[in-house]
């Protein structure tokens, strides 16, 4: 077996203090500039502990060692009239995902079971789709009411574009929070989706909070943007309130568009997670998907900057087993909030 090793590099560290400073100008209640964000991209990986380890110090500020775990459920899978060339489940898809209308009743609920059996606080319903029509509305009214009563778990639904009135339907049945991703920045938005923009997005997450839910809000990096993108969705995410930001790195899926999209370092990675604690210092940052493909044996370290993981599958891709998700957060010393149940076993 051979091993590859890195090319000789000429890469020096930062000055001593260098992601401090910006720590502490953070948790005094100042925030970093955009140049300030960007250079944490640009920065050498020799510099990724020290990031980190100031990236944890607001972190641990505000979240202290907690980690809270979501569930996502695939309620409506394929069939999507949407373009966006990053999805398995888009129009322009090759990729062999199941098709299905949104499930039944029995199969919802299941799924909610298991998702407080594997120590999850928020269970997350999603559908492909541009928007819910009237029958997916009605679906989603009917059984949040009665997951919440069962389990307890809070709701997030991620359901495409909403109008004002649909925002307001999914509040008045429970819906504690929903999904919807900026995905990238304005200025890249065209070159991954033209069936809808950036601001429909945008729009959707005004009239989500408007309806008075939480707004949940993240991206997809590594989809060839550069990283003055990343910077500016950070910050757009930030100005917006958004609560809780989902960081995925790219899984570039066979039949997908973006196929073959050179993959993202888990050093660069990393560095990313750290830059939206920065930007976002007291939101929910949630490690999302592609996390055990490109962070690989790195994935603990970005639980130092990041609070939140997704337990158990994606939409259409596989995650790590459960156990292995507790025994990391065990084996870094922090721990589960908010679980419904004990969650030592291996589910």
Known sequence: MSIATPAASTATFSPAGTYDALADRVLAGGSITREEALAILEAPDLDVPAILAAGYRIRHHHFGNSVQLYFLMNAKSGL???????????????????????????????????AAERGAKTYCLVISARGPNEREMNAVEKIVPEIKQKYNLDICACLGLLSTEQAERLKACGVDRVNHNLNSS????????????????????????????????????????????????????????????????????????????????????????AMFRFVAPDRELRIAGGRELHLRSLQPQGLYVANSLFVGDYLTTKGQAPQADYDMITDLGFEITGSCEEVSLDR
């Open 80 to 114: 999507c009239p949407e373009d966006c060339h990053y999805c398995s489940q888009s129009k322009v898809s090759d990729a062999p995902v199941p098709k299905y209308n949104i499930l039944k009743r029995d199969e919802l609920m299941e799924a909610a079971r298991v």
């Open 186 to 273: 304005e200025s890249h938005y065209e070159k991954i989706c033209t069936t809808h923009t950036y601001a429909d997005r945008v729009q959707t997450l005004r009239n989500v909070r408007d309806a008075g839910m939480e707004m949940c809000s993240g991206g997809i990096i590594g989809m060839g943007e550069a990283k003055e993108d990343i910077v500016s969705m950070a910050f757009d995410l930030a100005e917006l309130g958004v609560k809780s930001i989902p960081v995925n790195i790219l899984n570039a899926i066979d039949g997908t568009p973006l196929e073959g999209t050179d993959a993202m370092s888990a050093q660069d990675a990393l560095k990313a997670l």
